[in-house]
């Protein structure tokens, strides 16, 4: 007979360093599950499911200046989830191929704000984050995308391929110059609406929804 450890999903191992200021997470083909959480000048990563971090269940590093944090996820259905990451410069996620969830919670890059999402059925959620430049969300697979109680002091752009995607960008969200939305073919539901809070949605130059040939 087969063991049931041998048919469970593998949840890998996460390389993690800090050096020169700049936090680099790098995943595996393995199914991958880990929290970041920045307090002060620690950042701990954490793995869930069995995930570890440079071989143990976890990893913290100390630094008078995060300048910049990578997350490079690559294959297998993974979760990241960031919490109080705060960089000088910029924040880069980069998931991978497979159905992945990526979650951002009081993350406030001090550059720019990039999530890249491969092929999969995947999940991203911002809230109470900011960009001191240009956020920048880009989907290759299905896209399910929630992002409330933003501040992105230039250009927010949200870019998915084919198939059915949901995109929600409700709830106190501040654009300094333009907004941008495209997908691609399929049946697609976009909302720019304040439906969480009294606060509005706030675009300061243009706002541009293009979904392609889709419904």
Request: glycine fraction near 12%; charge should be negative.
């Amino acid at each position: 007979f087969e063991s049931l450890e041998s048919r469970l999903p593998l949840a890998g191992n996460v390389t993690a360093e800090l050096s020169g200021g700049q936090l680099t997470i790098l995943g595996d083909s393995a199914d991958n599950d880990i929290v970041v959480v920045q307090s002060g000048g620690t950042v701990t990563i954490t793995g869930n499911a069995g995930t570890t971090i440079n071989g143990a269940p976890a990893a913290a590093f100390t630094t008078s200046g995060l300048e910049k944090a990578e997350f490079k996820m690559e294959s297998g259905d993974d979760h990241l989830f960031l919490i109080n990451v705060d960089p000088s410069g910029d924040v880069v996620v980069e998931m991978g191929d497979g159905n992945d969830i990526a979650e951002a919670s009081n993350v406030d890059a001090g550059a720019n704000f990039t999530i890249k999402s491969g092929k999969g059925d995947d999940l991203v959620g911002v809230a109470n984050s900011s960009a001191g430049s240009d956020m920048n969300v880009e989907f290759e697979g299905k896209a399910t995308l929630f992002l409330t109680r933003l501040n992105v002091t230039k250009n927010l752009s949200v870019d998915t391929k084919d198939g059915d995607d949901q995109i929600s960008i409700d709830g106190a969200i501040t654009v300094g110059e333009d907004l941008t939305v495209s997908t691609g073919k399929g049946n697609d539901v976009v909302t720019v609406a304040d439906l969480v809070t009294a606060a509005p949605v706030s675009v300061g130059k243009s706002l541009r929804i293009d979904t392609d040939r889709g419904n």
